[in-house]
């Protein structure tokens, strides 16, 4: 057979960097990637679970693959991720024409479970196996052309350094579908870290379910800091970046090293949930609004400018109007940089499962909207402030369309801009002309 793989990722950039290790995996193993569906042997759909809505997503595109079964019967189809360690061998019965489910600690055994359904065989492949739960992570390949074969742009890249989450929030279904907390050894991080800088990556992102929490797992309560700094030293690296935080491991030595060491991005995510005490006592979240706040005021006060992004849940069980209204005055007094809400949804095997649903589906659509409503003209004003300061863009990519580059800055926002023979990791410096809803208008001033 040809041996053609396309992989189609749902849900944050964790999976992403699963998805871009299954390619690494099975590159090694001869096979080539595609870019569409229809041109594959193996189709693997990486899933997510972590709100119904995504889940129920990424079951239909199993669905969908029929029509690629139905012109290439020897195709093999691959559910993987959150959904498949969720429900396991139930899924090969709820589609017949799926051929293997692939739990979150499975990946290395991709290339063997891939060949057994090559020989007639339908599998579920659920097991805990932290034992080989780092294994493929290893550098990203390089293309005969010695461009770097990752997913997005060649300008940045991700790193997963711990995988797993112990805070088992209430609403939360990542413990379930991604096990116990593991921090990756520091030498295998910093060893591809200097790779993907050797390799013209300008833009480094480590991830973790709660990626400050690196080395608690190990008793090092200090090694999130500590692997900063080593990062920091592999002097190719523009820009390094961290995804997600919880505000409660957001160290005095974190806010210093983020004051004073200008490629830490400028930019922090800081899910808050809920502004709430109530309810993030509920939630299981460990903080008081106070807390949050003041975590806030002391990373913008270190460094002047930074963004802060941050979650927030509505319609959580029990959320009351005053409720709602405490997030509503949160999000006004801390004026976020950008905002990701989302209405709550059930997910089996949380505590909050068995709490009682006291939000309707249209009051939950009817605060969304409110929140919306009040975070998009702040994010917008931020925006247009920014309007005549120049900022320094590491470029991504140039879009065919309009004829423009585009990049973004040191504090996470995406700056277009036009230019003659850019490349894809320059470092380039813009003054702003335009803000927008979510992005900025640019022009260079220098290279």
């Given amino acids: 057979m040809t041996k053609r793989i396309y992989i189609k990722t749902f849900g944050c950039q964790m999976n992403d960097y699963d998805s871009e290790r299954m390619y690494r995996i099975m590159e090694r193993e001869g096979w080539r990637r595609v870019p569409k569906a229809d041109e594959a042997d193996v189709i693997i759909i990486n899933t997510c679970s972590v709100r119904d809505k995504a889940e129920h997503k990424a079951v239909s595109e199993v669905g969908a693959m029929k029509r690629v079964k139905r012109k290439n019967s020897k195709c093999i189809t691959v559910l993987a991720g959150c959904v498949a360690q969720q429900h396991g061998e139930k899924l090969l019965k709820r589609a017949p024409n799926l051929d293997l489910v692939l739990g979150t600690h499975a990946l290395s055994k991709l290339p063997e479970l891939i060949q057994e359904c090559l020989d007639g065989k339908r599998l579920a ?29 060649l300008a940045s890249g991700f790193i997963s350094i711990v995988h797993g989450c112990d805070m088992r929030c209430s609403y939360c279904i990542v413990p379930t579908v991604r096990g116990r907390e593991i ?24 991830l973790g379910q709660i990626v400050n929490r690196y080395g608690r797992d190990l008793k090092l309560p200090s090694a999130f800091h500590e692997l900063l700094v080593e990062v920091l030293k592999i002097k190719a690296i523009k820009k390094l970046s961290f995804a997600s935080s919880h505000p409660n491991y957001i160290t005095p030595d974190i806010i210093k090293l983020i004051g004073h060491e200008a490629r830490l991005a400028a930019h ?26 003041e975590t806030v005021v002391r990373l913008r006060e270190a460094r002047p400018g930074l963004s802060i992004s941050s979650d927030l849940i509505v319609g959580y069980p029990g959320e009351s109007e005053e409720d709602f209204q405490g997030t509503c005055d949160l999000i006004k007094e801390l004026e976020f940089d950008s905002l990701f809400a989302f209405k709550y949804s059930v997910r089996p095997g949380t505590p909050a499962q ?32 920014l309007v005549g300061k120049t900022l320094e863009v590491i470029v991504h990519g140039f879009h065919e369309r309009d004829g423009k580059y585009f990049g973004r800055s040191s504090c996470n926002r995406v700056v277009h801009f036009s230019a003659d023979n850019m490349q894809i990791g320059d470092t380039v410096l813009a003054v702003i002309d335009t803000g927008l809803a979510n992005s900025l208008l640019g022009s260079i001033v220098t290279t």
């Fill in 268 to 293: 922090v995510h800081l899910p808050v949930q809920s502004g709430s005490d109530r309810i993030l006592k509920s939630m299981r979240r460990g903080y008081t609004i106070r807390k949050y706040i």
């Fill in 125 to 153: 492949q659920t097991d805990w196996d932290y034992d080989h739960l780092f294994e493929g992570s290893g550098y990203p390949n390089v293309n005969p052309d010695g461009r770097l074969s990752w997913k997005g742009s």
């Fill in 183 to 206: 921090s990756r050894p520091m030498g295998d991080i910093l060893s591809e870290a200097r790779h993907l800088a050797d390799s013209g990556i300008k833009e480094i992102t480590l």
């Fill in 354 to 385: 068995n709490m009682e649903e006291t939000v309707s589906p249209e009051e939950k659509a009817a605060r969304l909207k409110i929140i919306h409503e009040i975070s998009a003209p702040i994010i917008l004003r931020k925006n247009k402030a």
